[in-house]
Structure formats: C-alpha cells, structure tokens
C-alpha cells in the first residue's frame, strides 16, 4: 500500500511493502462473482481490508509519530459482452460503476501536536469500464486477466485495476488461481484525500455452478 491519505486538510504519505502489511493487517477480503448467459454477463467484485500503521514523522519536530488507519470497501458492478467466444479462449468488454466506502483516521503521537486526532469516512462512485479475458495453455493450465480504467472525474480524477493470473484446473467447476493484482484510485474532496495503491500477490479457489 503506497500513497497519500488524510482527513481535515492534514495528510500523511503511506508506503507499505507486503511485509509491513501483513504485520499491520487487521482483516480483509476479496471475491468475485459471475453470472452469464450466452454471450452476457454481470461481473461484481469486492474487496474490503482495514490496515493501521505508526510511522516516524520526517523531523520529529511537531510529532514524533503518525498512527494512521484505513478501512477500505471497493465493489465493482459491471456488464459484460463476450466479444471472442472460442474454445480455451475468451475476452470480454466491461462497464459498469466502482463503489469506494472508506474510512480514513491520523493520530498524532508526541511533540506539540501529540494527542490530536482526526477522522473521516467518505462514500462515492465511479464509471469503470474494462477488458477481462482467459486462454488455455494445456487442458488444465491457463492465464486470466483483468485490466478497468475509470473515474473520468466524476468522483475520482482516476481509478484503475489490472490482474494477472495462472489457474489449474483440477475439473470441470473446481481450478485453483495464483497471481498478481494492482488497484489505484486518486480521490480528493473538501479535505479528504485517498491517492493510493494497494497491490500484491492472491490466491483463490475458482468453482462453477
């Protein structure tokens, strides 16, 4: 997780590596869901994590630290039409609205300002549109991806999304996936700030009804 975020015009910059968020992870979780006819679909994703961190501040001169939480709840709603429909390969078009609720909160610890907090939680939505797609490479091996773009300025001056990942299927509704996923958003609105990217590997279970 690196960015900037903050509350009441007061922000602080967040850079995580995966084994700092791990240590600071409180609970979180990720899912997707599909349903399709014929060449329709309606794609939803949800990710939802709370992560907390206390950072040195650069000079120690007003605070000694900053203790910064953030809970964050992203779905994805879409629409989808599958423009290549062939055997062991496929690719769809996406549009459809991300929905951010988050929650932002700056401690300051030591020094004149140490004891002041500052809270705030803010709901918007986004236009996203995207491509998802898969190909096999054996009978049990293939690739899946995503990549969504959005925002436009409607809420966000930007969002985006891009997966990558390798599945094996064990049979016909059951493959497992190991792969990479990145998510960017650049919200800013009457003090409220939340410029981030929250990227690292997954794994997952995949089934079909």
Known sequence: LSGDGGVGGRTAHIDQSFGDILSDFDIGFMGVTEVRYDRFGI????????????????????????????????????AEYRIVQQPGASLDVMAGF????????????????GGLDASDTET???????????????????LTGWAMGGGFGVSSDSVWDVMAGVGYRFNDRLSMALGYRAAGVDYEKDGFTYDTVQQGPFSGIVYKF
């Open 98 to 113: 991300r929905l951010f609720s988050l929650k932002n909160s700056l401690e300051f610890k030591g020094g004149p300002l």
């Open 43 to 78: 794609f939803s994703d949800v990710a939802y994590a709370k992560l907390s961190a206390t950072d040195k501040t650069p000079f120690q001169v007003l605070a000694n630290k900053i203790h910064t939480e953030s809970t964050s709840l992203m779905w994805t709603l879409a």
């Open 124 to 142: 918007w939505a986004d236009p996203i549109i995207g491509l998802k797609g898969s190909v096999d490479l054996t009978a049990r091996l293939y």
